[in-house]
């Protein structure tokens, strides 16, 4: 996501996920719930609408004595080592750690009718950011700006900022190979908010690759003077 999606953020209403989340079930109503679940597993998962595409897999998985849900979500941008190949999201049963439970509660129940215990989501990218956006401008038809695939990914990132996700675990969260990728979205890290710990999106993430952790500002800095001279050397 660009850098200029995320001024956009502060112009939404405060509480535009749960309007969208109650729209999108009155219109899904009776009809199958068409595309609740791909809306609900953006919401949940941050994912990446071209990863939707490819398919979201969803499966109970016992580990270490407890019951979790996990999403396998297939990785995107991979030219040049950019992206990871795949990358798994956790939420412990019972501690439900998420921002978007009632979304999550959707998947879960849509789950436990797959006879072979494993829900694969999948939705076209472009179809699906065009039924967001227009639930969006039929919600708030005054507003400039309007909720896209991404601003779910943008939200799961702020809700981890807040809530104290580490780099390194918000990077395999967000299938990145680096902890500097997550600079680009929103919000800062804040330990509470007026007093009340934010709730964490996910309890754990796992990934293909181990992630870069980010250099120091001046660390970085020093490099890039290096480098530059070297260049300038090379020049003549």
């Known amino acids: 996501m660009g850098a200029s999606k995320k ?3 502060k112009y939404l209403d405060p509480k535009w996920a749960d309007q969208m989340f109650y729209a999108a079930c009155r219109i899904n109503e009776g009809a199958g719930a068409a595309w609740l679940l791909p809306l609900a597993a953006l919401a949940t998962c941050g994912a990446r609408p071209a990863a ?6 969803y499966r109970i998985e016992e580990e270490g004595g407890s019951t979790y849900l996990v999403a396998r979500v297939p990785g995107v941008k ?10 798994c999201i956790k939420w412990k049963l019972g501690d439900m750690q998420t921002h978007r439970p009632r979304e999550l509660m959707v ?3 849509a789950l436990k009718k797959c006879p072979d215990g494993v829900l694969n989501i999948q939705y076209d990218a472009e179809a699906i950011s065009t039924r967001l956006r227009n639930l969006s ?3 708030w038809p005054r507003k400039k700006y309007h909720v896209t695939a991404y601003t779910y990914r943008e939200e799961f990132a702020k809700a981890a900022k807040m809530s104290g996700v580490e780099k390194a675990e918000l990077a395999l969260a967000m299938g990145h190979v680096s902890e500097r990728s997550q600079r680009q979205y929103h919000g800062k890290r804040k330990a509470s ?5 934010p709730i964490r999106p996910f309890s754990t993430a796992v990934a293909a690759k181990p992630v870069k ?3 120091p500002q001046m ?3 020093k490099i890039m003077t290096m480098r530059k001279k070297a260049a300038m050397r090379a020049q003549g």
């Open 7 to 9: 001024p956009q953020m």
């Open 52 to 57: 939707l595409e490819k398919g979201l897999e």
């Open 78 to 87: 991979l030219k040049a080592n950019a992206g990871q190949p795949w990358y």
């Open 107 to 109: 998947i879960l129940r």
């Open 137 to 139: 401008k039929t919600i």
């Open 193 to 197: 908010n007026y007093g009340k710990k």
């Open 213 to 215: 952790k980010e250099r």
């Open 219 to 221: 660390e970085r800095f």
